[in-house]
Every structure is written in structure tokens, then in C-alpha cells.
């Protein structure tokens, strides 16, 4: 999939929002658990503790609550908004989709297009592509495109040290948008990498396949992409996004990319937040966005296991720091990730439904 949209026909991000559960768990804590050799698989993450869900709080809570937080940013009139798309590894239920209850949750039109998206971690990025198809095509004023996730992994296997909880909402338009997309393109691949089949509690992983040709062929591959059809090249962005399932993945690829440490920093926020999935690049994006400036530039790029990327050019407006878009009237990612309550891996297994109370 490619497309570089003309620029009297741009569709963009009118307002975003996020939201990450304050509880947290260290790795170590983790690690203590698991035995001595839990720290050669921490050893090279880069991750020091990640977000848990409390015990009320699902892929759907999280996805209402960074949708809530978007339109708390602009004045937009939920019946305006002609679709609503929500990308996850757990959604709720497997039978019923998780969009019509971010849906009515907002008050969105009931004359809405709505489904689930499911491509492992880059499912909210393919949200926010088929919004730009509606809204480019007419069909649409408003589409939503939410990542969110109550990430999964199995006790004491290499995933439970970064699987997180969070996620962010993406209005998509035309109407002065904070941000135009003046193109995205995708790079996919049949790749068995990783892994959950219809009944099982948690994902499996193909180990070595991980990095290459997992992450790394395709997120290069989508990346080039993207800067041949845009003309571009890494030193015309200020920032940068890449999928972040742990801190050693974004900087290398960032890094064989051509793109620096500076232009990664801003949204690296799996250190403290561990991986969300579908919510990790989107997340990175938000966290971007609310310290841009107009005229700045963005490169993102997401991974999903399976396999594919999928890429954007980006460029911030004069409308972020315009009346209408108010960015602190919701909280950033960074305050997001403040004042956190750590617990110990009991309470943690409980949050997270491994201990079942009867």
C-alpha cells in the first residue's frame, strides 16, 4: 500500500489523546520472582518498569479514555464523527466489538461505521489509514482511530517483562488539522514471528524470528518506502517514531535509518512504560505531538507481527498552537507516566487476571 496525498486534499490529526493506568511494576520485581536467569532477559531491554491495568480497567476503558481525552483537546461534535476504529490484541471480548462501546461512549453518531482492527501491534496504525481513506474519499468528516491494549504475556516468558497497558486516540480530517499525513505507505509480509491462536490466555513467539526478518525487514522496508515516494530523508524530520516493544529496537533501526538519538528521544517512552502493543507507536506519536511546534516534521513508523509496517510523513501546523486546539487541556504523555504506584508481583497478577479470586 502506498499514497501521497495532494495538498489540496490533506487529510490530518485534528486532536489526539492518551491515557496509560498509573500502576506500575519494576522488572526487577519481575525478575525477583522468576530466579537469576530473569536477568539475562531484562539485561538488554532497556526497560525499567512497565504500567498495569487496575482491576477495572480493560482495552476498552483505556480506548474511551484516550477518545475522551482527544475531543476534551477540540470542540468536535461527536455526531460528526462517521467512524470509529479500535486496534488491539485483547479486545474485551473475541464476539463484540470493543468501537461501539468507545462509540457510544462519546456520544458518536449512531450512523457510524465502527469495527475492531487486529494485526498485532500495528493495528491502531491501520485505523488511522482507513480513516484517511473516508475522509479523503468524501464519506466521512471525523473517523477515530484508537491503539489500546492490556498487553499479554505468559508468566515467567520474555514478553511478561515489557507487556504494558495504554493507548491513544487519533481524530482524523480535513478541518485544520494539527498535524497533516501528506502520505503513508505499508510493507507486509507473511512472517510467523509471533503468535495466539482463538482460546489461548497468552501469545507465542518464534524467538530468533523476533528481531529479523520480524521488526527490523519490516520496519526498514516500510520506512525506506516512505522516504522514496516523500522525496525525503532522515535529516528532514525533527522527530521520529518507531514501534517500541523494548528500548534496543527503536534505537537500532533508528540508528541503520540514519535517524539520531535527539530525533527518537521525545516519544521513547517504553522505558517507563513497557510495550503496549497496538498502543505502543501511537503512543510515541502522542508523546511527540504534545511537545511539537508548527513547521515540525515527523517520520513514524509501526510494526506488527505477522507481518507489516506501516509508515507516515507528518508534518505539525500553525493549528497546534491555535484557540481551537487546546493541548493542555488533557494530560500529556509524560504527565500520564508521572506519580506512579508501584506494586509488588502479587497485586500485579492479580490486576492482570493471572491469579483468579473465586
Not at 495532494?6 to 491515557?19: K, L, N, P, Q, V
Not at 468524501?138 to 511478561?160: C, F, K, N, T, W
Not at 523476533?210 to 520496519?219: C, E, I, N, S
Not at 507481518?307 to 500520564?336: W, Y
Amino acid at each position: 500500500m502506498n499514497g501521497l496525498a495532494r495538498e489540496d486534499d490533506m487529510t490530518g490529526i485534528i486532536t489526539y489523546g492518551a491515557y496509560i493506568p498509573r500502576y506500575r511494576i519494576r522488572l526487577e520485581e519481575i525478575a525477583r520472582v522468576w530466579g537469576d536467569n530473569a536477568q539475562d532477559i531484562i539485561g538488554g531491554l532497556g526497560v525499567r518498569e512497565k504500567s498495569v491495568p487496575d482491576l477495572d480497567e480493560d482495552t476498552a476503558t483505556i480506548a474511551v479514555e484516550a477518545a475522551r481525552n482527544a475531543l476534551t483537546r477540540r470542540e468536535i461534535d461527536p455526531g460528526e464523527i462517521g467512524a470509529v476504529y479500535v486496534g488491539s490484541e485483547s479486545h474485551p471480548y473475541a464476539v463484540k466489538p470493543t468501537a461501539c462501546t468507545v462509540g457510544e461512549a462519546i456520544r458518536a453518531t449512531p450512523a457510524m461505521t465502527a469495527a475492531d482492527y487486529e494485526f498485532a501491534c500495528k493495528a491502531g496504525t491501520a485505523a488511522i489509514q482507513t480513516c484517511m481513506g473516508l475522509v479523503g474519499a468524501g464519506m466521512i468528516r471525523y473517523g477515530l482511530a484508537i491503539g489500546a491494549d492490556v498487553a499479554q504475556g505468559a508468566p515467567s516468558d520474555a514478553l511478561e517483562y515489557t507487556a504494558a497497558a495504554g493507548g491513544a486516540a487519533f481524530l482524523i480530517g480535513r478541518d485544520d488539522p494539527i498535524a497533516r499525513i501528506h502520505g503513508t505507505v505499508s510493507f507486509t509480509t507473511d512472517t510467523p514471528d509471533f503468535w495466539r491462536r482463538e482460546g489461548q490466555n497468552y501469545p507465542r513467539h518464534g524467538g530468533r524470528f523476533t528481531g529479523d526478518p520480524g521488526y527490523f525487514k519490516h520496519v526498514q522496508g516500510a520506512a525506506h518506502l516512505m522516504l522514496e515516494q516523500a522525496g525525503t530523508s532522515p535529516g528532514d524530520y525533527d522527530y521520529a517514531v518507531f514501534h517500541q516493544p523494548n528500548a534496543k529496537f527503536p534505537r537500532r533501526v533508528a540508528e541503520h535509518l540514519g535517524f539520531t538519538p535527539e530525533q527518537i528521544r521525545p516519544g521513547l517512552v517504553v522505558p517507563e512504560l513497557g510495550n503496549t502493543y497496538s498502543g505502543a507507536t501511537m503512543v510515541g506519536l502522542a508523546a511527540t505531538l504534545d511537545v511539537a511546534k508548527p513547521g515540525d516534521r515527523i517520520f513514524v513508523t509501526s510494526f506488527g507481527s505477522g507481518a507489516g509496517s506501516d509508515s507516515f510523513d507528518v508534518e505539525v501546523t500553525d493549528a497546534i498552537e491555535a484557540g481551537a486546539f487546546r493541548r493542555d487541556a488533557a494530560p500529556t504523555v509524560r504527565q500520564l507516566l508521572s506519580n506512579p504506584i508501584y506494586v509488588d508481583y502479587a497485586h500485579y497478577a492479580k490486576h492482570k487476571g493471572k491469579i483468579v479470586m473465586q
